[in-house]
């Protein structure tokens, strides 16, 4: 079994803490959009018949032009980012892994469950180097020079809310996989769809790890327009903006100074993170704080019509 790893979310426990209808909260403990793409209809062949190649096949294309995916390169889809994580030490010799921290938790405990040696501070004996870009939860971009490892794996899974920022055609190099999930710029983690590009030696070698049939027809079906809807993520970019730049104005008004994030997630500092936290929860408002940190705060977005709340919270 492995080990129990911080996350956003729980909100279960909150409302068992703090009281109320579930209904009545808002998790802001995540960076999922709050306004998720629209599913529209879904044949009902993607229900009950296997996935088959011509679907799966219109899926990747649509990633490859989504994503000015390098010629060459390989798409691999999956059940969410998260199963590719668990499986991406599977493709080397074990060895040591540099995970500099703070980041997503999941990168480095995936190399420590497969016996991977793992760093949390620059190593240059590192076999394998994995860095989230932006990072979660101060949105640091990286740049080429700081990758130096002989593999590099780049978690893009909230690059789609800055595309100028993506390092896809680092995958040319034959050494680098980089990740996409498709649950948190479309709102639609529940979905649970994620992407590998690499080389075709290690996508092929991560496919057979992952097995036939691995993302459903209905992901397939509505991926696939999400994917071909540039309209939509225009118009989504230009909206996350203005909501991080309200949230931003909301937050800095009760003394909280905005230290970094995206437009998906906010990342603040307080005097007291906890105390934060619990001012919000007796709003029914759910916050991100962290085991390492006394101050830090991270905030999604609320959605649309629950401004207000998170307004009286503060």
Same mark, same amino acid.
């Not at 129990?4 to 803490?17: I, S």
């Not at 229900?47 to 679907?55: E, G, R, T």
């Not at 649950?183 to 690499?198: N, Q, S, T, V």
């Given at each position: 079994m492995?080990?129990h790893?911080?996350?956003?979310?729980? #909100?279960?426990?909150?409302?068992?803490?703090?009281?109320?209808?579930?209904?009545?909260w808002?998790? #802001?403990?995540?960076?999922?959009?709050?306004?998720?793409?629209?599913?529209?209809?879904?044949?009902?062949?993607?229900?009950s $018949?296997?996935p088959d190649?011509?679907?799966?096949?219109a899926?990747?294309? $649509?990633?490859r032009?989504?994503?000015?995916?390098?010629?060459? $390169?390989?798409?691999?889809?999956?059940?969410g980012?998260?199963?590719?994580?668990?499986?991406?030490?599977a493709? @080397?010799?074990v060895?040591?892994?540099?995970v500099?921290?703070?980041?997503?938790?999941e990168h480095a405990?995936a190399?420590?469950?497969?016996g991977?040696?793992?760093?949390?501070?620059?190593?240059?004996?590192?076999?394998?180097q994995?860095?989230?870009?932006?990072n979660?939860?101060?949105g640091r971009?990286?740049?080429?020079?700081?990758l130096?490892?002989?593999?590099?794996?780049?978690d893009? *899974?909230?690059?789609d809310v800055?595309?100028?920022?993506s390092?896809?055609?680092?995958v040319?190099d034959?050494?680098? &996989?980089?990740?996409?999930?498709f649950?948190?710029f479309?709102?639609?983690?529940?979905?649970?769809?994620?992407?590998?590009?690499g080389?075709?030696e290690?996508?092929?070698? #991560?496919?057979?790890?992952i097995g036939? @049939?691995?993302v459903?027809g209905?992901?397939?079906?509505?991926?696939?327009a999400?994917? !071909?809807? &540039?309209?939509?993520?225009?118009?989504?970019?230009?909206?996350?903006?203005?909501d991080?730049?309200?949230?931003?104005?909301l937050?800095?008004?009760?003394?909280?100074? *905005?230290?970094?994030?995206?437009t998906?997630?906010r990342?603040?500092?307080?005097?007291?993170?906890?105390?934060?936290q !619990?001012?919000? $929860?007796?709003g029914?408002? @759910?916050?991100?704080i962290f085991?390492? *940190?006394?101050?830090w705060?991270?905030?999604?977005?609320?959605?649309?019509d629950?401004?207000?709340?998170?307004?009286a919270a503060?």
């Amino acid at each position: 079994m492995s080990k129990h790893r911080d996350h956003g979310g729980g #909100l279960d426990a909150a409302v068992a803490r703090y009281g109320g209808e579930k209904a009545d909260w808002i998790d #802001l403990s995540t960076g999922i959009n709050p306004t998720s793409y629209p599913i529209g209809e879904i044949p009902q062949t993607a229900w009950s $018949a296997l996935p088959d190649a011509a679907a799966q096949d219109a899926l990747i294309q $649509a990633a490859r032009t989504f994503w000015t995916v390098p010629r060459g $390169a390989a798409i691999l889809a999956a059940p969410g980012a998260s199963s590719l994580i668990a499986r991406l030490p599977a493709l @080397w010799p074990v060895g040591q892994v540099e995970v500099q921290t703070p980041t997503y938790n999941e990168h480095a405990g995936a190399f420590d469950a497969q016996g991977w040696q793992v760093s949390h501070q620059p190593n240059l004996s590192a076999d394998v180097q994995v860095v989230v870009h932006p990072n979660n939860p101060d949105g640091r971009l990286w740049q080429q020079d700081e990758l130096t490892a002989p593999y590099v794996i780049i978690d893009e *899974s909230f690059g789609d809310v800055m595309p100028e920022e993506s390092l896809i055609e680092r995958v040319s190099d034959g050494r680098t &996989i980089v990740l996409k999930s498709f649950g948190k710029f479309w709102g639609l983690a529940g979905l649970r769809l994620g992407f590998a590009i690499g080389a075709p030696e290690l996508i092929d070698r #991560l496919s057979s790890l992952i097995g036939p @049939w691995a993302v459903s027809g209905p992901a397939l079906s509505i991926g696939t327009a999400a994917l !071909n809807d &540039i309209a939509w993520a225009t118009a989504t970019n230009i909206k996350l903006k203005h909501d991080m730049e309200k949230l931003d104005r909301l937050m800095i008004h009760k003394n909280a100074k *905005s230290i970094g994030g995206t437009t998906l997630f906010r990342l603040y500092e307080t005097p007291d993170a906890r105390a934060f936290q !619990n001012r919000l $929860a007796k709003g029914h408002v @759910w916050s991100r704080i962290f085991p390492y *940190s006394d101050t830090w705060l991270r905030l999604g977005l609320p959605p649309e019509d629950k401004w207000d709340q998170l307004e009286a919270a503060l």
